[in-house]
């Protein structure tokens, strides 16, 4: 299980910053069960900033991911 912040999206190759400092590649395909909250989401609606969990098989410096859980976006104050 990779847990972090993606730092970049190329294709299916999305870069995980984990949340001990650590860049790990999460490799993500048509297989790849990515979602958010309730909502299913492709991999092109994946990009930098997204807090995401994802499980998969582990490999050196790399996850084949079977799914991808993206945190709900952090919420900003309205403005008046």
Known sequence: KVMGTVSSVDGGH???????????????????????????????????GDRIVAEGAL????LTAASVQVGAAPTTAAKK
Request: positive net charge; without cysteine; aromatic residues 0%.
């Open 14 to 48: 999305v870069m995980v910053k984990t949340t001990d400092g650590k860049t790990v590649m999460v490799m993500v395909d048509a297989k790849t069960k990515i979602t958010q909250g309730k909502a299913k989401l492709t991999s092109a609606a994946l990009k930098a």
């Open 59 to 62: 490999g050196k410096d790399m």
